[in-house]
DNA sequence: TGTACATCAGTGAACGCGCGTTCACTGATGTAC
DNA sequence: TGTACATCAGTGAACGCGCGTTCACTGATGTAC
């Protein structure tokens, strides 16, 4: 904080408005939080008093962890209720896709504190881990359908993943935005890109 | 809001840990707000009383609207500063997609009001539009690249927006993901992957 | 079979905090005469 | 050259709000004797 500041002089009180704009500016320089839903909002859902929360959980941070593992909980089984192990590895990665994009969309809030503020939440979940084990997943799944291996396997995975982020993340930030198209069909697209296969359409055309 | 609610049966007061935690998830069907800062700690860091805030904007919601504004205008500043326009159109794209990770890595909090809140920010401000500007100069890149033509031009130059804003989205708030690299490879390797180009190593063994 | 009592599942009032906003004001500075 | 006055650039106290948290309490229910 600066100290207490001079008036400017007359004829230059627009200096004040650059300077809170700056100001502004420097406050920006570290990542801001999303605000999970408040205790009381929550109490308020369930009709129950707010002090009844604490027979339940020491603190405010303990609940939203809470909260926030039990969303990763959720999203695990979505993607393990349409995963089938015993089909192609292609296939596999597209319905992943699918699914973890979709998951998203449906669940925006959910998402947002999962892959969008996890590392400046309460110390005792992990929101999400640090995504190495999505990671994880998806390099093994490109690592199956051999279009990479070892380490760029990992890298090819990695960057499904960010590119799956990045159209839940758009979509659900930018809804007026000229998608032009399904978030499953760029899914879909975005994960052939990486792994280099051919897109439906130019495949139908062989 | 539920009605006020019975007590649980003796026993059974783990219901209610439940009932929280399923409360807190139908909140969460709606996106959260990333929360600038606050009207006061912007005047406190200019070292300006509260209501001197009110002598250059109507509200807290018009000063945000100016600051995401700025920020806007920061971010077009920089991709402008980079771009050669007489360099190949991949040599360009590379470089935007370079400039545009970098800056909202850089400015973590900036890049969030503009890419991670905008459709539930003040009204007065675009907060960097719907996104169409960026996605229409992508596309025209592409375009110039031939790589791809006409809608599909413009479908390349969205995924390719899409890949970089999940990198900056996921480096910012996945720092302890294991990342192995720097963003700005990431960035040109996912620029790669859109337009079919080899990858730098891949071209290098030819 | 009755009754005292411990335990359980919660309530309600109060606290201090930071917030956005309003409103009457203050002190310096330029301008008209 | 002096002085009254308008204007400018701000201040400071107060408001009502929702928040997380504490603490003494209440009422129902099971259990021991």
Do not use: C
């Not at 990665?93 to 996890?118: C, K, N």
């Not at 396997?153 to 990695?158: D, F, K, L, S, V």
């Not at 998608?179 to 439906?200: C, F, I, K, T, Y």
Request: hydrophobic fraction near 45%; glycine fraction near 8%; aromatic fraction near 4%.
């Amino acid at each position: 904080m600066a100290q207490r500041r001079a008036a400017n002089r007359r004829g230059e009180g627009d200096q004040l408005r650059l300077e809170l704009i700056r100001a502004a500016t420097d406050l920006l320089v570290q990542p801001r939080q999303v605000s999970p839903p408040s205790l009381r909002a929550i109490a308020r859902e369930v009709g129950v008093s707010p002090s009844g929360v604490y027979l339940h959980f020491a603190s405010q941070d303990d609940l939203i962890a809470a909260v926030i593992d039990a969303q990763y909980d959720e999203l695990r089984a979505a993607l393990a209720a349409t995963d089938k192990p015993a089909a192609e590895p292609l296939d596999r990665l597209l319905a992943m896709a699918r699914t973890y994009v979709r998951w998203g969309i449906d669940h925006p809030g959910a998402y947002q504190l999962l892959f969008e503020s996890a590392d400046a939440l309460p110390a005792g979940s992990m929101a999400g881990g640090t995504g190495d084990e999505i990671m994880d997943g998806v390099a093994a799944l490109v690592r199956a359908h051999g279009s990479a291996r070892g380490a760029e396997a990992r890298h090819t995975g990695m960057r499904i993943w960010i590119a799956l982020h990045g159209l839940v993340s758009l979509r659900i930030h930018k809804p007026h935005a000229s998608w032009a198209g399904s978030a499953e069909r760029d899914a879909a697209a975005l994960v052939r890109a990486h792994v280099g296969a051919p897109s439906a359409a130019a495949a139908r055309k062989r």
